[in-house]
């Protein structure tokens, strides 16, 4: 079942459930900085982002209609043929969930590629075509990504830039992102390195209300009971740690909506608790 919309302002705010799957390894192994009170209570409080010890990992994409513009955040896992199959092991459903919500891929106007992990660029390319899936769509990458995946010699890197974004740029279609740049008089779309060198976000400012699409600035609701906590996918976790501090600091000083990729839910609030943060679901 697709979730509930949700307005800020006048922006309406669609999320989309690409797919839902179980991590190989623990949790302990993912974040291994955790202390077991953390993942404990991280696990108490939000039981469906565990499967017993190991990470279940919700992987969502947003659609933003903002201004007559129709722009999608990401692009999920992507099917049986890309990369992130190998790990995941799930096809991804975001085209049955667009068509769900009434949405033609002709009509999306921008895709924001948060990052170049590969599951957020699934379906950036039609199924077992090299065309866009999107085919009037800029798609949006900072150049720190495009530079990451240009030079890698990683093979998992590899597969990503041949599979799923060499092809965008063939095609015409891949643009530079600005570490800070207007997509819509209410959207902006915002550099927050760490997760990858051009790991980015969306902040939504309409009729006096905000909003942040916050990518993979937090992964996990275990990193807000531990701050500074980061991942095994953190590119430089030095700096992950001190951009998601200063977000955080944005999201509850601006009382920003969050919308994040990989939590149970689509939508709620990261509030201060002390010295740590705490998730609150919008229901």
Same mark, same amino acid.
């Given at each position: 079942?697709?979730? @509930?919309?949700?307005?800020?302002?006048?922006?309406?705010? $669609?999320?989309?459930?690409? @797919?839902?799957?179980d991590?190989?390894?623990?949790?302990?192994?993912? /974040?291994?900085?955790?202390?077991?009170?953390?993942?404990a209570?991280?696990?108490?409080?939000?039981?469906?982002? /565990?499967?017993?010890?190991?990470?279940r990992?919700?992987?969502?994409?947003?659609?933003?209609?903002?201004?007559?513009?129709?722009?999608?955040?990401? =692009?999920?896992?992507?099917?049986?043929?890309?990369?992130?199959?190998s790990?995941?092991?799930v096809?991804?459903? $975001?085209?049955?969930?667009?068509? @769900?919500?009434?949405?033609?891929?002709s009509?999306?106007?921008?895709?924001?590629?948060?990052?170049?992990?590969?599951?957020?660029?699934?379906?950036? %390319? +039609?199924?077992?075509?090299?065309?866009?899936?999107?085919?009037?769509?800029?798609? %949006?990458?900072?150049? =720190?990504?495009?530079?990451?995946?240009?030079?890698?010699e990683d093979?998992?890197? !590899?597969? &990503?830039?041949?599979?799923?974004? =060499?092809?965008?740029?063939? +095609?015409?279609?891949?643009?530079?992102?600005?570490?800070?740049?207007? %997509?819509?008089?209410?959207?902006?779309?915002?550099?927050?390195?760490?997760?990858?060198p051009?790991?980015?976000?969306v902040?939504?400012?309409?009729?006096? *209300?905000?909003? &942040?699409?916050?990518?993979?600035?937090?992964?996990?609701?275990?990193?807000?009971?531990?701050?500074?906590?980061?991942?095994?996918?953190?590119?430089?976790?030095?700096?992950?740690?001190?951009?998601? +501090?200063?977000?955080?600091?944005?999201?509850?000083?601006?009382?920003?909506l969050?919308?994040?990729?990989? /939590?149970?839910?689509?939508?709620?609030? &990261? *509030? !201060?608790?002390?010295? !740590?943060?705490?998730?609150?679901?919008?229901?």
């Amino acid at each position: 079942m697709v979730a @509930a919309p949700w307005s800020v302002g006048s922006v309406r705010i $669609l999320p989309l459930l690409d @797919a839902v799957t179980d991590r190989d390894l623990p949790m302990a192994e993912k /974040f291994p900085a955790a202390t077991p009170e953390t993942l404990a209570e991280a696990r108490h409080r939000h039981p469906q982002t /565990f499967t017993q010890e190991r990470w279940r990992l919700w992987v969502r994409c947003f659609v933003l209609r903002s201004r007559g513009r129709t722009i999608l955040v990401d =692009a999920g896992v992507g099917p049986e043929t890309a990369p992130a199959f190998s790990w995941t092991g799930v096809r991804g459903r $975001l085209p049955e969930e667009l068509a @769900a919500v009434g949405i033609e891929p002709s009509a999306i106007d921008i895709v924001v590629i948060t990052h170049v992990h590969d599951d957020h660029t699934g379906w950036t %390319l +039609a199924e077992g075509t090299a065309d866009p899936m999107f085919p009037r769509a800029r798609y %949006l990458l900072h150049p =720190a990504d495009r530079e990451l995946l240009a030079s890698s010699e990683d093979p998992e890197d !590899r597969a &990503i830039d041949d599979a799923e974004i =060499a092809p965008l740029e063939r +095609a015409g279609v891949l643009d530079p992102s600005a570490d800070r740049q207007a %997509l819509t008089p209410e959207l902006t779309l915002v550099h927050a390195p760490g997760h990858t060198p051009g790991h980015q976000v969306v902040l939504i400012d309409s009729d006096g *209300e905000r909003a &942040i699409v916050s990518g993979d600035l937090v992964n996990h609701p275990a990193q807000l009971l531990q701050p500074g906590l980061n991942g095994t996918s953190d590119h430089d976790p030095a700096l992950a740690s001190e951009t998601r +501090a200063g977000f955080l600091d944005l999201i509850e000083r601006e009382e920003r909506l969050v919308a994040p990729s990989h /939590f149970a839910e689509p939508f709620g609030r &990261i *509030e !201060r608790d002390g010295p !740590r943060w705490r998730w609150r679901p919008l229901r």
